[in-house]
Each structure stands twice: as structure tokens, then as C-alpha cells.
């Protein structure tokens, strides 16, 4: 039995806060986006990035199916993945609220959440999860 240092590090590989966005922007975006979950550190330790997407008050945390090697450093090469939405609110408290899709009203609904429960989303689902949070925080504003 061997002891493996790592540590965890979170990283915004992407941040749609601001500005307009189109489908074809995020897609555009999200091909040419590195996605790395492991990476050696200098101390001879892995670092176990935790890839996350900021859209406005929401943080969209991926989670990629199987084990992680060199070779996948685009989300395409992952094939199907995870989700996890959180909901920031900096200005009360430090800590994501985790937001459960399948009894959130807001999201239950969408078709995605049945694929994100079955760890198939695709690029092209990921796009509308974008897109659906960010009608979700410009709404914010009229609230």
C-alpha cells in the first residue's frame, strides 16, 4: 500500500457572467476549452481539479465519467459527463447552495436533467444547461 499526496484545487474554466451569449459562442467556447481533472504538482503530488462554468449567480461543476488520462484535455474527448449546479450568493455567504434538478421547480422540467441523472450529457446538452442559467439570472434582476 503506497500514500499518494494530492490536493484539490477548483478552477473557472469558462465565465459567461457577462455579456451577451449565443448557442454558437458557447459551443465555439466549450471545443476550444482545456478540461483537466488530474495534473501533477511540483512537489512530486497530483492536483485534482475540480472544473467548473460561471454563469452569473451560478457555478455548473462538471463531473467526467471514467478514469482521467493525458490524452483528454478537451470535454469532447470525455464523450458523456455530469452536472452539478450551485447557486452563489457572495454577498451573504461564502458557501454554494447545491441545487437539486429533479425537485427544483426551475429545473425539473428540462430535458437534460433525465440525462444528467444517467451521466449522458453531451456538449450540445451542457449548451442548454448555459443557456437555461442564464434566463435564470437575468430573471434575477427583475426580482
Partial sequence: ?????????????????????????????????????????EDGGYVMIDNYIKVGMYKIHLTMN?????????????????????????????????????HDKRFKDQYWVKLNCQGKLRIKNLVDVIIFTNRLDKLRMFL
Wanted: net charge positive.
Fill in 1 to 41: 500500500m503506497s500514500l499518494v499526496k494530492a490536493k484539490q484545487e477548483a478552477r473557472a474554466i469558462l465565465d459567461f457572467s457577462k455579456g451577451k451569449i449565443s448557442k454558437n459562442s458557447i459551443k465555439e467556447s466549450l471545443r476550444k476549452t482545456e478540461v483537466v481533472e488530474v495534473c501533477s504538482h
Fill in 66 to 102: 471514467g478514469i482521467p488520462t493525458p490524452d483528454k484535455t478537451r470535454l469532447k474527448d470525455y464523450g458523456c459527463f455530469r452536472v452539478a449546479i450551485y447557486e452563489t450568493n457572495s454577498k451573504v455567504s461564502k458557501l454554494d447552495k447545491h441545487i437539486n434538478e429533479k
